[in-house]
């Protein structure tokens, strides 16, 4: 972490502060963790801050400390144009592009505050004043864990902001199972248990808490999979009628994708979900192991990006049509897609 940017954040905290910090849209656990993190240590040194979603979190979020206190763009507009219009400083976490946060974006770039970008995604766009990105860690939540000890504040991290931490560590890692954990990931996890974090609880609320739905969502996930043997990739796809039977709620298609490469031999797997009120809006995820990027699969054919490993975007479908589309793209990975394994 760049010393003089340190110096620069401790000069901006040094005096009271209304604070806005925004997750990205269809926020995770490393984008709600952070968020509620910074949340509570920046309420814990005087400042008023408040976070402001995009839009909704999915239902096994709920019970993070200070859950209830996050504001939606999309549903409570007013609020959170006020909080902008006032905030001196807001801090984007968890996201490298302002497009992550959609209509928001326009409000906050015409803003009068300075913009603080915290995250761990490749390729940060030139948005903020200050930009903490390190595309190394494995979450925002362990690289916020590094600036709150750089900043001099790890005693006022309670159990409250330590279970955030936990949280968007655990998930962005696939709990802890990913090449980005570190024995620092480690270490750190250690302080947060040592900061009386229930780690098994936490695993609990947002493993074992699922919904019928979410159950009978991956049932139709995985009887819709494919495999493209001869080019190590899967693809699975979830239709709105199916969603609506099943009665569909955030959150439930979350890391379905992932099951695509538990299969033998298979590096690239990808998800294809129609939006549940548009079937012209096509949500995509991607997953690879070994040398695959997915971010750059995303960014140059899906409208989207993220990280190496992980990535997700868009098309406008119909479904069937974005589906044809990807099959004829990858068939020109070919060779990066064998000759990696
Ligand atoms: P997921 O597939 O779980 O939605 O997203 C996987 C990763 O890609 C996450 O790190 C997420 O932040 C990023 N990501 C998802 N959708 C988009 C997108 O539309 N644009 C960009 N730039 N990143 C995305
Ligand atoms: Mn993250």
Not at 29 to 35: E, F, L, P, T
Not at 137 to 159: A, P, R, V, Y
Not at 268 to 280: A, C, H, L, P
């Amino acid at each position: 972490m760049k010393n003089e940017n340190i110096v620069v954040l401790k000069e901006l905290l040094f005096r009271k502060k209304n604070i806005v910090i925004i997750p990205h849209t269809n926020p995770d656990g490393d984008a709600i963790g952070s968020s509620l993190a910074l949340m509570h240590l920046l309420n814990s040194i005087d400042h008023n801050s408040t976070v402001i979603s995009p839009n909704k979190a999915p239902y096994f979020l709920k019970w993070s400390p200070g859950f209830e206190n996050i504001i939606y763009f999309d549903s409570d507009k007013n609020s959170c144009l006020k909080l902008i219009e006032n905030a001196d400083l807001i801090f984007t976490l968890d996201f490298n592009d302002l497009d992550r946060i959609g209509e928001m974006s326009k409000y906050v770039d015409s803003s009068n505050a300075k913009i603080i970008l915290i995250d761990h995604h490749l390729n940060p766009k030139d948005y903020a004043d200050l930009v903490f990105s390190d595309i190394e860690i494995g979450s925002t939540c362990e690289l916020l864990f590094e600036l709150i000890i750089e900043l001099g504040h790890e005693k006022n991290i309670d159990s409250n902001i330590a279970s955030c931490l936990y949280l968007g560590m655990m998930t962005d890692t696939g709990s802890f199972q990913y090449s980005s954990v570190t024995s620092r990931t480690h270490e750190i996890i250690s302080k947060l248990i040592q900061k009386g974090i229930n780690q098994s609880d936490i695993h609990n609320k947002v493993y074992n808490n699922s919904s019928i739905s979410r159950l009978k969502v991956l049932g139709s996930a995985l009887s819709n999979l494919n495999v493209l043997k001869e080019l190590n990739t899967v693809y699975m796809y979830l239709k709105r009628d199916d969603l609506k039977k099943f009665d569909f709620q955030k959150g439930d298609s979350e890391g379905i994708v992932n099951y695509g490469l538990s299969l033998k031999n298979i590096i690239f797997s990808v998800m294809f979900i129609e939006d549940i009120n548009d079937e012209n809006n096509i949500k995509i995820s991607f997953r690879s192991q070994d040398g695959f990027s997915c971010n750059e699969f995303a960014n140059k054919h899906f409208n989207g990006g993220g990280h190496a490993n992980a990535a997700g975007g868009r098309d406008d479908g119909p479904i069937e049509e974005t589906i044809h589309k990807f099959k004829k793209l990858i068939n020109k990975y070919k060779d990066n897609l064998t000759t990696n394994k």
